[in-house]
């Protein structure tokens, strides 16, 4: 693959816009943005690249074939003539994610089986034997994507989702994907400028990603595994010469990046994530109840999730929104608020009013990030 080809990069809803921005930036071409995903022309330097230095990327993606089948039988035949041999040696193990929607196949795993005896058969009648499915670390990672009888087939470079950063050890309650959290930051423009703040940081990942933003440190540094490490044209001195190329720009200078919770059990498993990630000398968390805090700058960035199904009455949900909004007004006048939920009836029980809201999707639930700017006195109420 040292040919440039179309390439799919897979994202979040909302997202699309900062990750085609991302993929620009490291030198792909012909860059279209489609509903979660972004395609762009590049070769196997830029596939390496776009896995290890694309913080809102889940998966990059290399289709290969796509075909319509008229049923299921269909879609085995056609999968079953593919020269999977180009891929794959009969020793090696595979693995299938899937996206299907509105197809022949009612039940989405029985498809992904057809796709495996598919595979399997393929094998045995030329080889003689057959590859072994590994879930936890195959060697090739095959993506299926079927909707309304359409079928592309693509390998996934990256093997497990891209948000698994590997500095995470742990996670409390309802944890944000760190895909997410990067992309939360980088909507709101902050690169480093002034102080960050998370007044509710649970185990750390805001802080972190915001860290490895301001400091330009990759969001693939820590993960010691991708896809495409695993394939037959693997080129280990392309990829070493890629994160050489990227680890260049790390920034060793960042400003203060600051974490509170109101658990202390939550507060010291956001410590140990930041040693994973080797930043426990640029951020600081500490156990705080938010309503009671005071700022030690007079200005900063706040990004926060604060919790929206915490198993409370309705009233009582709204209460506890209407409390953040009034320790904002009274605490952090100067600073610039991003709150992210998927309350929307809760964020309107804040008493503020938002500046900008951007739909995005927390998994399946509809989700806002709303911009506040706390301007001192009256000025608030001019905006």
Known sequence: MNKSTTITAKTLAGMEEILAKELQEIGAQSVTKGNRMVKFQGDKKLTYKANYQCRTALRILLPFNEFRIKNQDDFYKKARA????????????????????????????????????????????????????????????????????????????????????????????????????????????????????????????????????????????????????????????????????????????????????????????????????????????????FFKLQPASEQGIIVMNPPYDMRLKEEDTKQFYRTIGDTLKNSFKGFTAYIFSGNLDALKSLGLRPSRRIVLYNGPIESRLARYDLYEGSKRKKS
Not at 136 to 156: A, E, Q, W, Y
Not at 270 to 280: C, F, P, S, T, V
């Open 82 to 289: 593919i020269p999977w041999e180009k891929y794959l040696k009969a020793d090696a193990t595979f693995s299938i994610t899937k996206v299907i929607k509105n197809s022949v196949f009612t039940n989405s795993q029985y498809a992904v089986l057809r796709l495996k005896d598919a595979i399997a058969d393929r094998f045995r009648e030329k080889a003689g034997k057959r590859p072994s499915v590994d879930l936890d670390d195959p060697n090739l990672s095959i993506n299926l994507h079927m909707v309304n009888n359409d079928v592309t087939l693509s390998l996934d470079s990256s093997g497990a989702s891209l948000h698994k950063r590997g500095y995470r050890s742990a996670t409390g309650p309802a944890p944000l994907n760190e895909v997410l959290a990067a992309g939360l930051i980088l909507l709101t423009g902050w690169s480093g400028e002034t102080d960050f703040y998370d007044p509710m940081c649970g185990s750390g990942t805001l802080p972190i990603e915001a860290a490895m933003i301001a400091r330009n440190i990759p969001p693939g540094y820590y993960r010691q595994n991708f896809g495409f490490r695993h394939w037959q044209d693997f080129d280990p001195k392309l990829w070493q010469e890629v994160k050489k190329e990227a680890d260049a720009h790390i920034n060793r200078q960042a400003p203060s990046i600051t974490g509170f919770d109101i658990s202390n059990k939550l507060v010291q498993i956001a410590r140990q994530n930041i040693r994973n990630a080797g930043l426990q000398n640029k951020i600081s968390v500490f156990k705080k109840d």
